[in-house]
């Protein structure tokens, strides 16, 4: 089965106007905290070895246990929601980018932003997809932040 991935895979050098989009001074993801950082890693490997990865599976067991595995399905399920819902092609680094990109800091911030404050989450699916069904995802993202404590 063919399975079409809902990103381009991306080189930020060759365009530091998106790398460096609504990223502040720091746009490296090593100054994001350990489980975004986790998550991120597990997003751009997920897309590599779609739709199922052993690295990933095995990075997420070591830190999540016995939930690595819902861990990994939400995100999974989120990655496809995405791209299901998005008017564009979603752009996310290669796993070895050391940017973080301004379409992984807007999926990063819908999960952090997911338990604590809603609106800001529904908001940003919402802008990434350019679509307002995209808000539809709001309880996928808050359950993926839930279990993975993003």
């Not at 590599?48 to 070591?62: D, E, F, I, N, Y």
């Not at 908001?123 to 539809?136: K, N, S, T, Y």
């Not at 709001?138 to 279990?147: I, K, N, R, Y």
Request: with cysteine; net charge negative.
């Amino acid at each position: 089965m063919n399975v079409a991935l809902p990103v381009d895979w991306f080189d930020a050098a060759e365009h530091p106007e998106i790398a460096t989009a609504n990223l502040g001074t720091d746009p490296s993801w090593t100054s994001l905290p350990p489980p975004e950082q986790l998550m991120l890693w597990s997003m751009r490997h997920m897309l590599v070895c779609w739709p199922s990865c052993g690295s990933v599976r095995t990075a997420l067991h070591q830190v999540y246990g016995d939930e690595a595995l819902g861990v990994e399905h939400l995100l999974r399920c989120l990655l496809t929601a995405l791209g299901a819902y998005s008017a564009r092609k979603l752009q996310v680094g290669d796993p070895t980018c050391s940017i973080l990109l301004a379409d992984e800091g807007s999926i990063l911030f819908a999960l952090r932003s997911a338990r604590h404050d809603p609106d800001a989450a529904r908001d940003a699916l919402v802008d990434l997809c350019a679509e307002p069904r995209a808000a539809r995802l709001l309880p996928l993202a808050a359950s993926l932040a839930q279990v993975a404590d993003c």
